[in-house]
């Protein structure tokens, strides 16, 4: 795939654009298979990969320049906005999105938030398209000033965008180099973008996670089921459950499932969508994984861990050394933390493995293992 803001200089996100697609994940293959080390009873699964391009189901769009001309994007150096709408890492409805979410800045005066002098008002713009094509936009911004307007002309962005459905506000009113902050404002009654995944609904709210590449996400929760579905384990969590993706999949008659996760609105849009589903062995609950586990009475046969960055650390990977679980399927977008979090874990072998390009033009990528105790 070839990028004319690559090839120009001004972005250079995605680092390995220009580099053949077949490469990328063979290289993306090897260092993780280097990471995992020389394992004889480790079977490589043939990696998993999507579209090259449009596959991103999330923008974070910083806003720079200004109400009069926007531009949506990135910052450069200096800390001024360099427009990046024509973007090909975003999908059709997305894309389309932005020239008239551009018009909605100037429309609603919102003056972009100009970093080197600290002043103006909006920050960033955060779209999500669902797999049906529906849209979730938030405002990012400084202060609430700016709110009364986006609620005044917000009829002509609906009308605008039919597929808009969620739309709200999150207050960062700190300097921060972060993408948003800790308070939403609803501007619209629905507050939930349905996704649906291998015909299941998951629900987004603002606020919580959701993985980046939906088709290849699509994939991962099939392969992880199906994992599951073989060693056909009674009871089944499902830590960092985020909207429940993993747990709602696993989800069987006769199956306990509990889904722990810290983001209270991933754990409300689980729930809703396990009610939706009339699944009474599954249950969800916002805390903290490792807590959860250290306190729990009992441990149950099969565990899934999809963490973030990080991995799920010494703590938890030690009391999994030590439980009585037999099987965990562990999904990681790091295979170095995943690699240190198995180096913990010694009983607890990988038996399969297999590589998701989740994230094509860049070195990133996810990887689903299966562990089996020894
Ligand atoms: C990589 S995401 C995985 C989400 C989910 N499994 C999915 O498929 O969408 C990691 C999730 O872990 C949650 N998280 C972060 N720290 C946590 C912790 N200490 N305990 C439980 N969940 C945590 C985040 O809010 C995020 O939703």
């Known amino acids: 795939m070839r990028c004319a803001y690559f090839d120009a200089g001004v972005c250079r996100s995605c680092t390995w654009m220009g580099r053949p697609h077949g490469e990328q994940v063979a290289d993306k293959e090897r260092h993780c298979a280097d990471l995992l080390g020389e394992r004889a009873d480790l079977r490589w699964l043939p990696p998993v990969t999507g579209r090259e391009s449009r596959y991103r189901n999330k923008a974070k769009m910083v806003v720079g320049g200004s109400a009069e001309h926007p531009r949506l994007g990135i910052l450069d150096a200096g800390g001024r906005g360099i ?3 024509g973007c090909g890492l975003y999908p059709g409805t997305l894309a389309a999105s932005f020239p008239l979410l551009a018009a909605f800045v100037t429309r609603a ?6 970093v080197p002098t600290r002043t103006g008002e909006l920050k960033n713009l955060l779209v999500t398209q669902s797999p049906d094509g529906e849209l979730m936009v938030r405002f990012v911004l400084r202060s609430q000033e700016p709110v009364a307007r986006i609620r005044k002309h917000l009829p002509w962005l609906l009308d605008a965008v039919p597929q808009l459905r969620v739309v709200s506000v999150n207050l960062l009113p700190d300097h921060r180099a972060v993408l948003e902050g800790d308070r939403e404002i609803p501007l619209t009654e629905t507050q939930t973008l349905r996704m649906r995944v291998n015909g299941i ?3 987004l709210r603002p606020q919580s996670f959701f993985q980046t590449n939906t088709e290849v996400a699509a994939a991962l929760y ?4 199906s994992w599951v579905e073989e060693l056909a384990p009674a009871s089944v969590w499902d830590l960092y459950c985020g909207v429940g993706g993993f747990a709602l999949h696993v989800a069987a008659p006769g199956r306990e499932v509990v889904g722990i996760e810290t983001s209270v609105e991933a754990i409300a849009s689980a729930t809703q969508s396990a009610s939706a ?3 009474s062995g599954v249950r969800f609950a916002a805390g903290d994984a490792t807590q959860f586990a250290l ?3 009992s441990a149950p046969e099969l565990v899934i861990v999809n963490p973030p960055r990080r991995g799920i650390g010494d703590e938890l990977s030690r009391w999994l050394e030590d439980s009585d679980v037999r099987h965990v399927v562990y999904s990681s977008c790091n295979a170095a933390s995943l690699a240190r979090d198995l180096a913990v874990m010694p009983s607890l072998r990988p038996r399969r493995a297999q590589v998701l390009d989740m994230f094509p033009q860049t070195p990133h990528y996810e990887v689903l293992t299966l562990l089996e105790r020894v």
Do not use: S, V
């Open 277 to 279: 589903r009339g699944l």
């Open 109 to 114: 005066n919102l003056t972009p938030y100009d």
């Open 83 to 85: 427009d990046l709408q």
């Open 222 to 225: 099939r392969h992880a089921t």
């Open 201 to 203: 609904d998951l629900h």
């Open 295 to 297: 306190a729990a009475e």
